[in-house]
């Protein structure tokens, strides 16, 4: 039913129960997963567990924080982990300028470098962007051919416009569901439902009321709902237009 388009099942958090946990997904409506890499140890992880469980995929990329630990050895592993079947993206890349654990300079060159990866490839790319927007739009801009998401949106309307006219995607986690979210849900409500997909960007971002709580794809309902409400539809609505947008976004089926 549900199709939880980023999590980070390789964190730690889950040492202790990770198989029993992806186990009871399907029973728990949870269909399909998407697992998102962010360094070569968690790509690799990534592609581990979608070869364990037949409803889990991968992404494979390096995240900015460690942007500064590549070399240019690690485009040329990158893409040869990007010839798995279950490899259906590269990410989570992109620029955080907000902690800057890598050089701002250094992250825009692994940023690109991984942008043209994914040309090379011929794959998505699911970005991740925090105090870096105009930056980012630079980079993304020379790569108009790629087609993309901006994981974990919660930017403004204008920003959204801009992102949807270059007919990219928006992902939506727990955040929706926080009492300072008005502008997630001002852009929620005026896209348009065929570029929406939800994320749970598990352990982090637990929805309320579950908010403290390490998260998974099993409070994706949570987020649901509150989407639903606010663009006056079904659950069962969200999580069948969900499903339809991650599937044709990541090549799925």
């Not at 728990?28 to 889990?56: C, E, P, T, W």
Request: glycine fraction near 6%.
């Amino acid at each position: 039913m549900f199709f939880d388009t980023h999590a980070h099942y390789d964190d730690r958090r889950f040492d202790e129960d990770r198989g029993e946990l992806l186990g009871s997904m399907c029973d728990a409506g949870v269909s399909l997963i998407l697992n998102s890499g962010s360094s070569l140890r968690s790509s690799k992880f990534s592609l581990r567990l979608a070869d364990q469980f037949s409803f889990v995929y991968a992404s494979v990329g390096v995240h900015p924080h460690d942007s500064k630990s590549m070399t240019d050895k690690t485009i040329s592993e990158l893409e040869g982990l990007l010839s798995h079947p279950k490899a259906m993206a590269v990410g989570e890349i992109g620029l955080d300028f907000h902690h800057n654990f890598s050089p701002q300079d250094v992250q825009k060159v692994r940023f690109r470098e991984q942008m043209e990866l994914a040309r090379r490839v011929n794959k998505p790319v699911i970005i991740h962007e925090r105090e870096a927007l105009c930056d980012t739009l630079d980079v993304i801009r020379d790569f108009r051919d790629l087609s993309g998401v901006f994981h974990c949106f919660s930017g403004s309307w204008e920003t959204a416009k801009i992102i949807l006219d270059m007919g990219w995607y928006l992902s939506f986690t727990g955040v929706v569901t926080f009492q300072n979210a008005r502008r997630s849900l001002e852009v929620l409500e005026k896209m348009p439902v065929d570029r929406l997909m939800l994320e749970t960007d598990c352990p982090y971002l637990a929805p309320q009321p579950m908010r403290g709580k390490r998260n998974s794809s099993l409070f994706l309902p949570f987020i649901a709902e509150k989407v639903a409400q606010v663009r006056r539809l079904s659950v069962e609505e969200v999580a069948a237009i969900t499903m339809e947008n991650g599937m044709r976004f990541f090549g799925i089926g």
